[in-house]
C-alpha cells in the first residue's frame, strides 16, 4: 500500500506548527511531518486548486488575510473581506475561491490570477436576520460553508443562523453571483454546517446540520429548478437513546454534527459528530442516494472538527481509512473502515498537532 499526503489546518497561533504537510502509512501505522509553517495565524480551514496551489485564511497584525500558498512559500495575499472565516474553497478550474464567515454572516468571492495569485473581490453577500434559535446559536446569520457545484456554474452557501442553503449562479465573465430560486429552507433549527456532492449520485446534494445532527437528502428538479427533499436521517445513529459512545456518559444532549465526507465510488457517508458523541458514524449509500445507517466508532479524541477518507487505488482493496482532527485533544487519529463487514474501528495509529481543524488530503 503507498503513502498518502495531506495537510492539516489548525487553529494554532503564529509561531507554533500552524500548516503542515504529511505523511500517513496505513500499513505500518505510522506518521510522518514533511514541512510545516509557522507564520500564519489560525489556517483552520484549506483548499487546494487543480494545480497544487494551498489556500487559506489567517490572522494578521492587520487583521485577517486570504493567502495563496505553493511549496510552503506564501505567493500572496490580501485582505479577507468575511469576518470570522471558517470555511474556503476554490472552484475546479481554479479561477474562483470563496470564502464563508461565520461570525460576520457573510460570503466572499474572489477572481484569481492564471499564476493562482489571488487577484481581487469579485463579489460579496452580508446575510441579515435571526433564525429559530433567536436567543442562542442562531441570533444571527452564520455562513459555515461556502462551495462550487461539482457540474455547473453554482455556488452554495450554508447559513447555519438563518437554516438555509443559498444557491447562486456563478457568472465567470463578470465574476458575480446571481439569486437562483434554488435556495433551500431547512426546518427550523437545523443549523446546515456543511454539504457533499458525489459523482455517482448526480443532481443530488446531501447537507449536515450542526444542531440538529441531521443529513438531508436533496435531488435537482430541472422541471420547478428546485431542490427537492428526498430523505431526511439522524446523522449519528438509528438509535439516538444509545449512550455506549458518549463521552462523558453524562454529557448532555449536545450531539452536534461536523463533517460530512463520501467514499470515491459514492457507495458510503461517512459523519463526524462532538460534544455528547465523539464519534464517526459510516451509512451505506445506495444507487438512488438514499442512506442506511451502517456502523459508528468512537473517534479517539474529542471535537472531531474534520476528517477526511483516504482510499488505495487498486479496487480490490476493501478498506478505507479516515484520519480525524480532534481539536480539543491536539490529536489526528485513525479509523479503519472495512467495506466487507461495514465496520469502523480505531486503530493505534495517531499523531499530534496544535488543535487541528483540517484535514486535506493532497
Do not use: W
Not at 474562483?96 to 468571492?109: E, I, Q
Not at 438555509?164 to 454546517?193: A, F, Q
Amino acid at each position: 500500500m503507498k503513502t498518502f499526503r495531506f495537510f492539516v489546518g489548525t487553529h494554532a497561533s503564529a509561531g507554533q506548527d500552524s500548516l503542515c504537510l504529511c505523511e500517513a502509512d496505513f500499513k505500518a501505522s505510522t506518521f510522518a511531518g514533511l514541512h510545516t509553517m509557522r507564520e500564519i495565524s489560525d489556517p483552520t480551514y484549506l483548499a487546494l486548486s487543480p494545480d497544487k496551489i494551498l489556500y487559506t485564511f489567517g490572522k494578521t497584525a492587520a487583521g485577517v488575510s486570504v493567502y495563496a500558498i505553493r511549496d510552503q512559500v506564501v505567493l500572496n495575499n490580501l485582505p479577507c473581506a468575511s469576518g470570522g472565516p471558517c470555511h474556503i474553497s476554490v472552484d475546479g478550474h481554479g479561477e474562483f475561491l470563496l470564502v464563508a464567515g461565520y461570525g460576520s454572516g457573510t460570503v466572499s468571492l474572489y477572481d484569481l490570477n492564471p499564476d493562482g495569485t489571488v487577484r481581487s473581490l469579485s463579489d460579496f453577500r452580508q446575510y441579515s436576520g435571526v433564525g429559530y434559535d433567536s436567543a442562542d446559536r442562531q441570533k444571527g446569520p452564520h455562513a459555515h460553508f461556502a462551495v462550487f457545484h461539482k457540474d455547473r456554474d453554482e455556488v452554495l452557501v450554508c447559513d447555519l443562523g438563518l437554516d438555509t442553503v443559498y444557491v447562486y449562479e456563478l457568472n465567470r465573465k463578470s465574476g458575480k453571483l446571481r439569486e437562483t430560486t434554488r435556495s433551500i429552507r431547512l426546518p427550523d433549527g437545523s443549523g446546515p454546517r456543511h454539504l457533499a456532492f458525489s459523482d455517482k449520485h448526480p443532481g443530488m446534494l446531501f447537507v449536515l446540520t450542526e444542531m440538529a445532527n441531521t443529513i438531508f437528502t436533496y435531488r435537482y428538479d430541472p422541471k420547478s429548478d428546485k431542490y427537492v427533499l428526498v430523505q431526511q436521517i439522524s446523522a449519528v445513529s438509528d438509535a439516538a437513546s444509545d449512550e455506549a459512545l458518549m463521552q462523558p456518559s453524562t454529557a448532555d444532549n449536545g450531539s452536534i454534527g461536523c463533517a460530512i465526507r463520501f467514499t470515491g465510488d459514492g457507495k458510503y457517508l461517512f459523519v463526524s459528530s462532538r460534544r455528547g458523541y465523539q464519534s464517526i458514524s459510516a451509512f451505506r449509500c445506495d444507487p438512488d442516494g438514499k442512506f442506511c445507517f451502517a456502523d459508528r466508532s468512537l473517534c479517539g479524541g474529542i471535537t472531531p472538527r474534520d476528517f477526511n477518507v483516504f482510499e488505495s487505488d487498486d479496487p480490490a482493496d476493501q478498506v478505507a481509512h479516515l484520519l480525524v482532527a480532534n481539536q480539543d485533544s491536539d490529536l489526528i487519529t485513525t479509523l479503519r473502515f472495512d467495506r466487507k463487514t461495514e465496520k469502523l474501528s480505531l486503530m493505534d495509529m495517531k499523531m499530534q498537532a496544535v488543535k487541528p481543524t483540517c484535514i486535506l488530503p493532497v
